[in-house]
């Protein structure tokens, strides 16, 4: 065949055929008496296994190196491409994610352009000062689309910078607790815990709902984050929660104070009573967590905290029964 048949059969251009025998990839069998390239059909075979490896993304010079050494082995080639294409891939995604949040943010010029992807630079600075500066400064700008926040909230170790982001998702006026729903569910420990401390900093009705799923999240620490924030904002569910912090000794002092607000409520405060109460009849528990459920005991308002504690100060145990006393003369004082 022909130079210009070649061309039409393979897809290959005839410029590009001569390119590949000036590099010694293919060179045609012979020549017609006029001078004509002609080509076997060993010669076309060999142009689609060169198409076919171009296609992988190969160079011409590994194309080469592929159909001519013998002792070429392409494991270590293809390893090479297969990281070649994930950085670029994830390059791409890259750009197409900041290009979806210039669009998000519906930019009426080129200097509101320009002044999203500072910010959006300035998220992603390695630079900790820059990166709490552009959070803070996020609040005063409409440009800077609030994906964009959740996803720095979600990956930012460092903790000044954390709670400025908080605080700008806060501010943000919505939208920000959906897409921080889907932190709770990653499989990365430190995301989710980072999503329940933002959604708890936020004031909305979604926020609460959201907190009110996490109280049953496998993550522990993140059903604890949820029940404190619950409780400072009055909703009762958080009671099993908040008591059974007091009596695992973690976050005691805050679990306390919010079983303390939740009180303010008086079918609530019989309720944190009687739980305590049943905690403190759990013959598992610690003696030291016994002491801090009577201790609690003591901020909760209703006779049946009243009875609790006049029943714990002939406790058994000394420590339980002297505080419970306490509190009792506190009450009674107030």
């Not at 039409?8 to 060179?27: D, K, Q, T, W």
């Not at 006029?34 to 080509?39: K, V």
């Not at 000794?249 to 104070?257: H, Y």
């Not at 504690?309 to 506190?330: C, F, H, I, K, Q």
Request: overall charge negative; proline content about 4%; glycine content about 8%.
């Amino acid at each position: 065949m022909l130079i210009g048949d070649v061309a039409r059969r393979s897809g290959v251009s005839a410029r590009m055929l001569r390119h590949y025998e000036s590099l010694g990839l293919v060179s045609p069998t012979g020549r017609t008496d006029s001078g004509y390239r002609r080509y076997s059909g060993e010669d076309v075979r060999r142009i689609f296994h060169i198409e076919s490896l171009r296609s992988l993304g190969l160079s011409l010079r590994d194309v080469g190196r592929a159909l001519d050494d013998p002792g070429f082995t392409p494991t270590e080639l293809v390893d090479d491409l297969i990281r070649r294409t994930r950085d670029r891939i994830a390059g791409e995604t890259e750009l197409l994610t900041r290009l979806r949040r210039i669009g998000d943010a519906e930019p009426t010029g080129w200097e509101d352009v320009l002044r999203t992807v500072a910010l959006l630079q300035a998220l992603g600075s390695n630079s900790a000062g820059t990166r709490q500066r552009a959070a803070l400064s996020s609040v005063d700008e409409d440009t800077v689309p609030v994906e964009a926040l959740v996803e720095a909230t979600l990956s930012e170790t460092d903790p000044n910078v954390a709670g400025a982001l908080r605080w700008a998702l806060a501010q943000s006026g919505g939208g920000g607790s959906a897409l921080l729903a889907e932190g709770l569910g990653s499989p990365a420990a430190e995301v989710r815990r980072r999503a329940v401390r933002s959604i708890a900093e936020m004031p909305d009705d979604d926020a609460t709902a959201l907190l009110r799923g996490a109280l049953t999240n496998p993550d522990t620490v993140v059903r604890r984050y949820a029940a404190l924030a619950l409780g400072a904002r009055g909703v009762a569910d958080a009671v099993p929660t908040l008591i059974g912090m007091v009596a695992e000794e973690t976050n005691d002092v805050d679990a306390a104070d919010a079983l303390s607000v939740l009180a303010s409520c008086p079918a609530s405060a019989d309720r944190i009573a009687a739980g305590l109460v049943d905690r403190l009849a759990d013959g598992g528990v610690a003696p030291s967590a016994r002491r801090r459920l009577a201790e609690a005991l003591a901020d909760i308002p209703g006779s049946t905290a009243a009875r609790a504690l006049a029943e714990l100060s002939d406790d058994d145990d000394r420590a339980v029964a002297l505080t419970a006393s306490y509190v009792l003369g506190m009450r009674d004082a107030r």
